[in-house]
């Protein structure tokens, strides 16, 4: 079993920034892959960025390239969302996700078995 608990969100104006935490819990989190997804109201869920298990590799939706970085930091079993340069459209409910297998396609909220709760994000002037 794994569990997750975000923090972090906020509300800030265009521009700004915000920095998310999601920690993890649980005898697996050394070989689970750990994504960040988000919803707007009356919208889907959808990927925002994914870290492999190992820090080798982390991968971005084309929305965030450039202005979103995921991390970790295993001592604390920590996975952090830094958000720069945020738009109104980046407002939404935060969750962090976790999954095992690897080999299933890294944006599909599918592919992850375990959930947190969510963080609320808001850009707006």
């Known amino acids: 079993q794994v569990q997750l608990v975000e923090s972090g969100g906020g509300s800030v104006q265009p521009g700004g920034s915000l920095r998310l935490s999601c920690v993890v819990s649980?005898?697996?989190?050394?070989?689970?892959?750990i994504a960040w997804f988000r919803q707007a109201p009356g919208k889907e869920r959808e990927f925002v960025a994914v870290?492999?298990?190992?820090?080798?590799?982390?991968l971005y939706a084309d929305s965030v390239k450039g202005r979103f970085t995921i991390s970790k930091d295993d001592a604390k079993k920590t996975i952090a969302l830094q958000m720069n340069s945020l738009k109104p459209g980046d407002t939404g409910v935060y969750f962090c996700?976790?999954?095992?297998?690897?080999?299933?396609?890294?944006?599909?909220?599918?592919?992850?078995?375990?959930w947190g709760q969510g963080t609320q994000v808001t850009v707006s002037s």
């Open positions: 996700a976790a999954t095992t297998r690897w080999g299933d396609v890294y944006y599909r909220n599918t592919t992850y078995d375990y």
């Open positions: 649980g005898r697996t989190y050394s070989s689970c892959n």
């Open positions: 870290i492999w298990w190992s820090g080798s590799a982390t």
